[in-house]
């Protein structure tokens, strides 16, 4: 049963006992806020009134099983920083004792409130944190300084100094830490789970974020004796290398699978996913999925150096709406399912889609959904065969044809603030690698320019003509008028004849074009645009095909589909997509077992499977949440992978 009672920070730790930090539990995290309060909750009772004391908060415990003669131990269930915050404070009181030749306070301090005497190993210690904090506070408890840039460490520093300033008894000190400050100690029956007590407790202290709850509920699902080795072979691997970013990581490994998780809901849609699973397992695949992730973050960890380059420059046009498909490609390449060129092609792909619609103004809401769908299409395919999906997929999501492409980077207004800047340099950049040079340039010391200036002066009014304010207006942020250079300073808003001498000077191709151009007016704008859109075009070209393109069926109501040279009455595209496949499975039985393999999202033998579905002829069931665009298109993909002519299936659509 649950004990609770006001008690003393004495009466806690001291006899041979050991409060151990689960697993689950977060790092030492209190800073200068926290300490500056406590510090003044110790300082209220030496100023204001000694006889009564002050209370800081709740200590939750429960105690774990020991045999006869071992440390007592207890999982420090909350507390926690507020419990270490204390014990650093007494430790910074203890080295200035010894530092003040006080040894009898400095031992008094170490040997009942710091440290079981007369135990080695972990057991020494009687405050035992979390594997991520355990080495600094074993060095700050022998009084070696790490030169480490610790939280406990930065505590330590800043209590002692605060001592240091105070005209006080160290032992009087001690004895306001120990004695004057309440808690309520809350004990847990061995029988109580800590970790649901854990994650309902609303103390003092910093906010759980969602990585916190998930952490603590995976190893609430694994025995105590596994909590080390779990800990520290995956999960503290994980949070090092993710950071702050975890729980976003966790938010786009569950968004893999094609359904979108909002950033509030990370943990809840977790819970549910890793319910029925073996703990473990789901654990060992999030590991192996955050070094994935890490990688899309920070390429620089892909050891594949054109792979690397690829990831960078997904990132500087913030590709990140992309990052739960590209998790699950890094899976497929990881599995052998694609091989690396599969995935170079499909990170081509990605940039080709993104910069087409960047150039195009299309707006980038869908883009999230778009990416999910993918997720869900190109489940159990291999190799080009997702490559082709990718492609498919996209070719019919708002992807600019090759006409529209030009016409945007002669006209749109490419330049701009934030990341349009960013998009707009390594579109020029792209554009001078073309080029093939035989040395390297170095982007970095490069800045975007525009050859007619930002600001219009009197020499560049003249040099545009009377329409200078037109012209200004619709051509200042064009691909025709942007270069890059080291000299943009320089350049500022200089006449045109200036600004060739400088250019004249430049190692970059896309510069050497000015050599020949003694004038720079809107004619002269336009043609260069043009040729670079050129270049962009075939850079960036089409990977749309006839083949894959669908027609427009939205809206539209099927009426009749011919098929193996018959004609079906249908009155929904629903009606369509199910007689194809029945009429596919009946002309040839093994075609079923090929689509049952291939299409295992939407072909099954559970009726569960899908939320809405129909029974097939052979007692199979398929998969109908589908748009009319979804059947055209996966009627002409089935057809294809089973090699039947298209021209055996047709529908003619009511007007």
């Not at 030496?46 to 908060?57: T, V």
Request: hydrophobic share 35%.
């Amino acid at each position: 049963m649950m004990q609770a009672h006001e008690t003393k920070i004495q009466p806690i730790i001291e006899g041979t006992k050991q409060y151990l930090v689960p697993m689950f539990q977060r790092t030492y995290s209190w800073t200068l806020n926290e300490w500056k309060q406590l510090w003044q909750d110790i300082m209220d009772i030496e100023q204001f009134d000694e006889s009564k004391g002050h209370f800081i908060g709740s200590i939750v415990s429960m105690p774990l099983p020991s045999a006869p003669h071992e440390v007592q131990r207890y999982l420090l269930i909350d507390g926690q920083q507020r419990l270490t915050t204390l014990v650093i404070i007494l430790t910074a009181i203890r080295d200035l004792a010894k530092e003040n030749s006080e040894t009898r306070v400095a031992d008094e301090i170490h040997e009942t409130l710091l440290v079981n005497k007369y135990e080695d190993g972990d057991s020494h210690f009687k405050l035992l944190p979390t594997q991520t904090d355990r080495e600094g506070y074993k060095n700050l408890m022998f009084n070696i300084d790490d030169g480490s840039n610790s939280l406990i460490l930065k505590a330590y520093k800043y209590f002692k100094g605060e001592i240091n300033k105070m005209n006080i008894e160290l032992r009087h000190l001690k004895t306001i830490i120990s004695n004057r400050l309440s808690v309520v100690s809350i004990v847990l029956a061995s029988d109580d789970n800590p970790y649901l007590v854990f994650e309902s407790l609303n103390a003092k202290g910093r906010p759980l974020t969602q990585s916190d709850l998930i952490r603590n509920f995976f190893f609430m699902r694994i025995n105590q004796e596994q909590h080390e080795f779990i800990y520290s072979q995956y999960w503290q691997p994980m949070q090092d290398g993710l950071g702050e970013v975890l729980t976003e990581f966790i938010r786009h490994f569950l968004m893999k699978g094609g359904k979108v998780v909002r950033k509030n809901d990370v943990y809840v849609i977790l819970r549910e996913s890793a319910e029925t699973e073996d703990t473990l397992n789901y654990i060992k695949e999030l590991y192996t999925y955050s070094t994935f992730y890490r990688k899309l973050i920070n390429p620089h960890y892909e050891v594949d150096a054109a792979l690397r380059a690829k990831l960078t420059r997904l990132n500087r046009i913030e590709a990140t709406t992309s990052y739960p498909l590209l998790l699950k490609l890094y899976n497929l390449y990881n599995q052998g399912t694609i091989d690396i060129s599969d995935l170079k092609e499909v990170l081509d792909i990605l940039e080709n889609y993104l910069i087409r619609r960047f150039v195009c103004d299309i707006p980038t809401n869908e883009l999230n959904k778009i990416f999910l769908s993918i997720c869900q299409k190109i489940e159990g395919y291999k190799g080009i065969e997702v490559v082709k999906e990718v492609k498919s997929v996209l070719q019919n999501k708002g992807y600019p044809k090759d006409e529209e492409f030009k016409y945007n980077l002669i006209h749109t207004r490419l330049y701009g603030s934030g990341d349009r800047s960013r998009k707009t340099k390594l579109i020029l950049e792209t554009i001078e690698e073309s080029y093939n040079h035989k040395e390297k340039v170095n982007y970095k010391n490069l800045s975007v320019e525009h050859i007619m200036p930002q600001t219009l002066n009197e020499s560049w009014k003249q040099e545009l003509g009377t329409a200078y304010e037109e012209i200004h207006e619709q051509h200042l942020h064009t691909l025709g008028n942007l270069t890059l250079t080291a000299y943009n300073a320089e350049m500022s808003n200089e006449n045109y004849f200036k600004k060739q001498i400088q250019l004249n000077n430049s190692h970059l191709e896309l510069n050497k074009y000015f050599v020949n151009i003694d004038k720079w007016d809107e004619k002269s704008i336009k043609e260069r645009a043009n040729m670079l859109a050129t270049n962009c075009v075939s850079i960036w070209s089409y990977f749309g095909s006839e083949e894959y393109e669908i027609k427009d069926v939205k809206g539209t109501t099927p009426r009749l589909l011919f098929f193996f040279n018959r004609w079906h009455e249908v009155n929904s595209w629903r009606d369509v997509w199910t007689t194809t496949i029945n009429k596919i499975i009946e002309s040839d039985a093994s075609n079923f077992e090929i689509l049952l393999e291939k299409y295992p999202n939407l072909i099954s033998l559970n009726e569960t499977a899908f939320k809405r579905f129909y029974k097939l002829d052979n007692n199979a069931y398929i998969n109908i949440d589908l748009s009319a665009r979804d059947v055209y298109k996966l009627c002409l993909r089935v057809l294809d992978m089973l090699e039947v002519d298209r021209k055996q299936w047709s529908i003619e659509i009511t007007s």
